[in-house]
């Protein structure tokens, strides 16, 4: 499976991808997947916050959010 190195402002990281599937696709061609969604995600998380995804494929949710509340737990 082919990884996508993705830079959306000052986040950045990697995701592997299926081939051939439309959410993977996105992040090849364009490099993010939702602008809509990750302004909404912005908007709520901050560092420090808890965020949960309970969706399944690639991680995508996953790894944005983790990103943007950070390494740490309060």
């Given at each position: 499976?082919?990884?996508?190195?993705?830079?959306?402002?000052?986040?950045?990281?990697?995701?592997?991808?299926?081939?051939?599937?439309?959410?993977?696709?996105?992040?090849?061609?364009?490099?993010?997947?939702?602008?809509?969604?990750?302004?909404?995600?912005?908007g709520?998380?901050?560092?420090?916050?808890?965020?949960?995804?309970?969706?399944?494929?690639?991680?995508?949710?996953?790894?944005?959010g983790?990103?943007?509340?950070?390494?740490?737990?309060?």
């Open positions: 499976m082919p990884i996508v190195n993705i830079n959306i402002e000052d986040l950045s990281f990697n995701i592997e991808v299926f081939e051939k599937e439309t959410l993977s696709d996105q992040l090849i061609q364009r490099g993010y997947h939702n602008q809509n969604d990750i302004s909404l995600l912005r709520f998380l901050k560092e420090g916050s808890v965020f949960v995804d309970l969706g399944a494929n690639i991680g995508w949710y996953t790894l944005l983790s990103k943007l509340v950070g390494a740490t737990l309060s």
